[in-house]
């Protein structure tokens, strides 16, 4: 009984032990401090009785030794065991910072009506005169950039037309990713607010107002237009198939002109292709000029918009806008199944097979109409049959055939129409090749008659699955609706800009039948919905972010119950399902306008990059025809051979070439299972001109002759900007600086009043309290105890001629 009362004895103590060790460090024990404790005291009383075991064999003194250095031993792994840190609060002095931003770009080198001087001269006179980064360096750092298309430090070197198009939406985003957040006191803006780039400005600003970093602005600039005609942007394709009509258009403006006439043209390598004539009928007039046209040559084709001089113009510069267009052959494989010729099938094949020449189209139709007694013969879709053998009786006889399709369209075909095998082969057709799979939803089976797994996976939502129909699912007749998301989607374009597109899908024939769907998987994104214009918009902005989340769930919740356009991203491919099979109502007084314009462009988005040079065995392209010295190009190829199976090649690489000259070469990486894609990305170019990228390796040769060329190679041309926009819009634009104010927390001053910008920056936020950890185990120090401990207990236990 002893031996159990000194066991309590050792565990209270223990616990007691562990208890106040607790209290002054946080330790992690494995067990509860109870069980711990009892743990220790087992450990223990196992070292006493081995003690007494030995004492007889070693005199009572070496004894006495080895125990204590077992039970130091055993301390020491306790403490290593509990894992003991020091936690406390300690106060650390933080040298902040102040990024002080002069806008350099194009627009702040004007001299405005009645300036002396440039807009950049003017400020950078008065943050002189201010002696506001004096100031400011006493007691934080300050540091100075310039900033247009790209940020640089001072005395820096600009890339080419760096100053010709203004991004307030990175040089903000530099400062964020340059300054940590804790030493971020905040940024001086010198600007004339001509913001200019596709990124968002008001989003980088809320950063800044969260971190408590607020931004000061000092406009710079006239808020009167100058006398002046623009081209403003232009809107083309990058490419087209050769036969296709070509549709261009452009904004124009035109300031302080009243009652002229404005002579436009569009131009073709130095040729006019079509001109027209506007009048001006105001002094501040905006205007949208479109061409279209069909053109006689491919390749990659010059072409410029450009407005005649006009009498008492400011800048004749901004007159024109330059763009490439590349007028190529390749072809699009589709696949088009469907069970009965039902009418959105039957517009389909004839856009697809007569139409548009973009695409090779193969289409099966299971249950066609048939004469009795007449046998259909055998043939299996695939897509290196002829151009223009479109029909076939059978699926794609294996999966080799089934990777060469880069498109995939089931209709309401029958759940028996495909096996689990084939859903399978589908499945890694879009995971892991990169295919598009369009679902076209019917009453009768799809999608909700799908029985396999792998195809279940692949549909965006959550539905009833089973075995049931679906035609009385109509319901109230309704209109297209364009959802926040659809707006900006390349799939939903039909018109100018968002509102556009949005006026274009509202306007289309009423729709009597949906499928139903239950809700949204992860992932998915819904484009468009069954609505009246305005039903289902969003709910207004909420007083917080619990407030704004919930806005978010109720909003997708009410998007999936009324969704018809779904999209999701499944691995290297995309999905898209159609809840209706009424898009054949899109032709409705408008021809295959908008209805060719919406598959093409779901077609377009899901098949890939367009290589526009090479042929069926091997093609190249670039993903952008124009660059600006802060893009980095990508390059993609596919290699197949006559059967338009992948090959592979090892040693296949690109060069970059200019003027003669071999600028780069980097290695092609296989795109894993992607019927013989093949990708590298080279380091931006910095100077402006023309390159050509060459395809070399071992194969590439063989290809090339089968193709009937000499080598395979694709230009494209690196400029300053993309077109004159830096001086197309020149005018102070005080109404984003001001938002830029409010919503980081800062304040707009004169230039007269840069100094009252001090007192943002120079507040109490120097010292910062902060907890601070000192973990007490996991150190040299205490493996060494340990290991003396146990080392030293060896040498005394040996000594005494103990095993």
Same mark, same amino acid.
């Given at each position: 009984?002893?031996?159990?009362?000194?066991?309590?004895?050792?565990?209270?103590?223990?616990?007691?032990?562990?208890?106040?060790?607790?209290?002054?460090?946080?330790?992690?024990?494995?067990?509860?401090?109870?069980?711990?404790?009892?743990?220790?005291?087992?450990?223990?009383?196992?070292?006493?009785?081995?003690?007494?075991?030995?004492?007889?064999?070693?005199?009572?003194?070496?004894?006495?030794?080895?125990?204590?250095?077992?039970?130091?031993?055993?301390?020491?792994?306790?403490?290593?065991?509990?894992?003991?840190?020091?936690?406390?609060?300690?106060?650390?002095?933080? *040298?902040?910072?102040?990024?002080?931003?002069?806008?350099?770009?194009?627009?702040?080198?004007?001299?405005?009506?009645?300036?002396?001087?440039?807009?950049?001269?003017?400020?950078?006179?008065?943050?002189?005169? %201010?002696?506001?980064?004096?100031?400011?360096?006493?007691?934080?750092?300050?540091?100075?950039?310039?900033?247009?298309?790209?940020?640089?430090?001072?005395?820096?070197?600009?890339?080419?037309?760096?100053?010709?198009?203004?991004?307030?939406?990175?040089?903000?985003?530099?400062?964020?990713?340059?300054?940590?957040?804790?030493?971020?006191?905040?940024?001086?803006?010198?600007?004339?607010?001509?913001?200019?780039?596709?990124?968002?400005?008001?989003?980088?600003?809320?950063?800044?107002?969260?971190?408590?970093?607020?931004?000061?602005?000092?406009?710079?600039?006239?808020?009167?237009?100058?006398?002046?005609?623009?081209?403003?942007?232009?809107?083309?394709?990058?490419?087209?198939?050769?036969?296709?009509?070509?549709?261009?258009?452009?904004?124009?403006?035109?300031?302080?002109?009243?009652?002229?006439?404005?002579?436009?043209?569009?131009?073709?390598?130095?040729?006019?292709?079509?001109?027209?004539?506007?009048?001006?009928?105001?002094?501040?007039?905006?205007?949208?000029?479109?061409?279209?046209?069909?053109?006689?040559?491919?390749?990659?084709?010059?072409?410029?918009?450009?407005?005649?001089?006009?009498?008492?113009?400011?800048?004749?510069?901004?007159?024109?806008?330059?763009?490439?267009?590349?007028?190529?052959?390749?072809?699009?494989?589709?696949?088009?199944?469907? %069970?009965?010729?039902?009418?959105?099938?039957?517009?389909?094949?004839?856009?697809?097979?007569?139409?548009?020449?973009?695409?090779?189209?193969?289409?099966?139709?299971?249950?066609?109409?048939?004469?009795?007694?007449?046998?259909?013969?055998?043939?299996?879709?695939?897509?290196?049959?002829?151009?223009?053998?479109?029909?076939?009786?059978?699926?794609?006889?294996?999966?080799?055939?089934?990777?060469?399709?880069?498109?995939?369209?089931?209709?309401?075909?029958?759940?028996?129409?495909?096996?689990?095998?084939?859903?399978?082969?589908?499945?890694?057709?879009?995971?892991?090749?990169?295919?598009?799979?369009?679902?076209?939803?019917?009453?009768?089976?799809?999608?909700?008659?799908?029985?396999?797994?792998?195809?279940?996976?692949?549909?965006?939502?959550?539905?009833?699955?089973?075995?049931?129909?679906?035609?009385?699912?109509?319901?109230?007749?309704?209109?297209?609706?364009?959802?926040?998301?659809?707006?900006?989607?390349?799939?939903?374009?039909?018109?100018?800009?968002?509102?556009?597109?949005?006026?274009?899908?509202?306007?289309?024939?009423?729709?009597?039948?949906?499928?139903?769907?239950?809700?949204?998987?992860?992932?998915?994104?819904?484009?468009?919905?069954?609505?009246?214009?305005?039903?289902?918009?969003?709910?207004?902005?909420?007083?917080?972010?619990?407030?704004?989340?919930?806005?978010?769930?109720?909003?997708?919740?009410?998007?999936?119950?009324?969704?018809?356009?779904?999209?999701?991203?499944?691995?290297?491919?995309?999905?898209?399902?159609?809840?209706?099979?009424?898009?054949?109502?899109?032709?409705?007084?408008?021809?295959?306008?908008?209805?060719?314009?919406?598959?093409?462009?779901?077609? *377009?988005?899901?098949?890939?990059?367009?290589?526009?040079?090479?042929?069926?065995?091997?093609?190249?392209?670039?993903?952008?025809?124009?660059?600006?010295?802060?893009?980095?190009?990508?390059?993609?190829?596919?290699?197949?051979?006559?059967?338009?199976?992948?090959?592979?090649?090892?040693?296949?690489?690109?060069?970059?070439?200019?003027?003669?000259?071999?600028?780069?070469?980097?290695?092609?990486?296989?795109?894993?299972?992607?019927?013989?894609?093949?990708?590298?990305?080279?380091?931006?170019?910095?100077?402006?001109?023309?390159?050509?990228?060459?395809?070399?390796?071992?194969?590439?040769?063989?290809?090339?002759?089968?193709?009937?060329?000499?080598?395979?190679?694709?230009?494209?041309?690196?400029?300053?900007?993309?077109?004159?926009?830096?001086?197309?819009?020149?005018?102070?634009?005080?109404?984003?600086?001001?938002?830029?104010?409010?919503? %980081?927390?800062?304040?707009?001053?004169?230039?007269?009043?840069?100094?009252?910008?001090?007192?943002?920056?120079?507040?109490?936020?120097?010292?910062?309290?902060?907890?601070?950890?000192?973990?007490?185990?996991?150190?040299?120090?205490?493996?060494?105890?340990?290991?003396?401990?146990?080392?030293?207990?060896?040498?005394?236990?040996?000594?005494?001629?103990?095993?």
């Amino acid at each position: 009984m002893k031996f159990l009362v000194r066991i309590a004895a050792i565990a209270l103590v223990a616990w007691a032990a562990l208890f106040g060790i607790s209290q002054i460090v946080r330790i992690s024990p494995v067990l509860p401090l109870w069980a711990a404790g009892f743990a220790i005291a087992l450990a223990a009383e196992a070292l006493l009785r081995l003690f007494r075991y030995e004492a007889g064999a070693v005199t009572q003194r070496r004894a006495r030794w080895i125990a204590g250095l077992r039970m130091f031993a055993l301390a020491v792994l306790v403490w290593i065991l509990i894992e003991p840190v020091w936690v406390r609060k300690a106060e650390r002095e933080i *040298r902040r910072e102040v990024v002080v931003i002069l806008d350099d770009s194009g627009s702040m080198q004007l001299i405005d009506e009645g300036a002396a001087a440039t807009r950049i001269a003017l400020g950078e006179a008065a943050l002189r005169e %201010s002696r506001l980064v004096e100031t400011l360096e006493k007691s934080l750092r300050v540091r100075v950039v310039r900033a247009a298309r790209s940020v640089r430090a001072e005395g820096g070197e600009a890339a080419a037309g760096w100053a010709d198009s203004t991004d307030l939406a990175a040089a903000l985003g530099t400062v964020l990713e340059q300054v940590p957040p804790d030493e971020l006191a905040g940024v001086v803006l010198i600007s004339d607010g001509r913001h200019n780039r596709p990124d968002r400005v008001e989003d980088v600003a809320r950063r800044f107002g969260i971190l408590d970093a607020p931004v000061g602005l000092v406009p710079i600039g006239s808020a009167e237009p100058p006398r002046d005609a623009a081209v403003l942007a232009v809107r083309a394709p990058d490419a087209i198939h050769i036969g296709d009509r070509m549709r261009v258009a452009a904004d124009l403006k035109f300031d302080g002109l009243r009652g002229q006439t404005a002579k436009i043209s569009l131009k073709r390598g130095g040729e006019v292709v079509e001109e027209r004539e506007i009048p001006i009928p105001q002094d501040r007039h905006r205007e949208e000029i479109r061409f279209a046209f069909v053109p006689e040559q491919g390749g990659v084709n010059d072409y410029r918009v450009e407005i005649a001089p006009l009498p008492g113009e400011r800048f004749p510069d901004n007159n024109g806008w330059d763009f490439e267009t590349s007028i190529t052959s390749a072809r699009t494989n589709v696949l088009l199944v469907e %069970s009965f010729p039902r009418w959105e099938f039957r517009y389909l094949r004839n856009l697809f097979y007569g139409r548009d020449k973009s695409v090779h189209l193969q289409y099966v139709l299971l249950d066609p109409d048939r004469v009795s007694g007449q046998e259909s013969p055998v043939i299996p879709a695939s897509a290196a049959r002829p151009f223009g053998e479109a029909q076939a009786t059978r699926m794609p006889e294996n999966e080799e055939e089934w990777r060469k399709f880069d498109v995939i369209i089931l209709g309401d075909i029958d759940p028996a129409a495909l096996d689990a095998g084939q859903w399978e082969i589908l499945s890694r057709c879009v995971n892991d090749r990169g295919a598009l799979l369009a679902m076209i939803a019917g009453p009768r089976s799809m999608p909700h008659g799908i029985s396999s797994p792998a195809g279940r996976a692949l549909v965006p939502v959550e539905m009833d699955f089973g075995r049931q129909n679906h035609f009385q699912s109509a319901g109230a007749p309704f209109h297209f609706h364009l959802t926040s998301e659809g707006a900006a989607h390349p799939v939903t374009q039909q018109g100018d800009g968002t509102a556009g597109s949005a006026r274009a899908w509202a306007g289309f024939p009423e729709i009597r039948w949906r499928h139903p769907v239950a809700s949204l998987k992860q992932g998915a994104e819904v484009l468009l919905t069954a609505s009246d214009a305005g039903e289902i918009a969003a709910p207004e902005t909420g007083a917080g972010l619990a407030t704004a989340l919930d806005d978010l769930t109720e909003r997708r919740q009410r998007e999936a119950a009324a969704a018809l356009l779904v999209t999701r991203q499944t691995g290297r491919g995309k999905v898209a399902l159609l809840l209706t099979d009424r898009t054949w109502r899109l032709r409705e007084g408008a021809g295959d306008l908008y209805h060719h314009r919406f598959w093409g462009n779901l077609v *377009r988005w899901g098949a890939g990059p367009v290589l526009r040079s090479g042929g069926r065995r091997a093609q190249l392209g670039t993903d952008q025809l124009t660059y600006t010295p802060d893009d980095r190009p990508r390059i993609t190829a596919r290699l197949r051979d006559t059967s338009l199976a992948p090959v592979d090649d090892a040693t296949l690489r690109a060069e970059v070439r200019s003027g003669g000259k071999i600028l780069a070469t980097v290695p092609m990486r296989p795109v894993k299972d992607s019927s013989g894609l093949y990708e590298a990305d080279f380091p931006a170019f910095a100077s402006a001109g023309g390159y050509q990228v060459r395809l070399l390796g071992d194969k590439i040769g063989a290809l090339v002759q089968e193709d009937g060329g000499a080598d395979l190679a694709a230009d494209f041309r690196v400029v300053g900007s993309r077109g004159p926009v830096e001086l197309a819009e020149t005018t102070l634009n005080r109404p984003l600086l001001e938002t830029i104010a409010t919503l %980081s927390g800062g304040k707009i001053v004169t230039p007269e009043a840069i100094a009252d910008l001090a007192p943002l920056f120079l507040t109490e936020k120097n010292r910062r309290s902060e907890l601070r950890e000192s973990s007490l185990w996991d150190n040299a120090w205490v493996l060494g105890l340990l290991c003396l401990a146990l080392g030293a207990e060896w040498v005394v236990r040996r000594g005494g001629g103990l095993p």
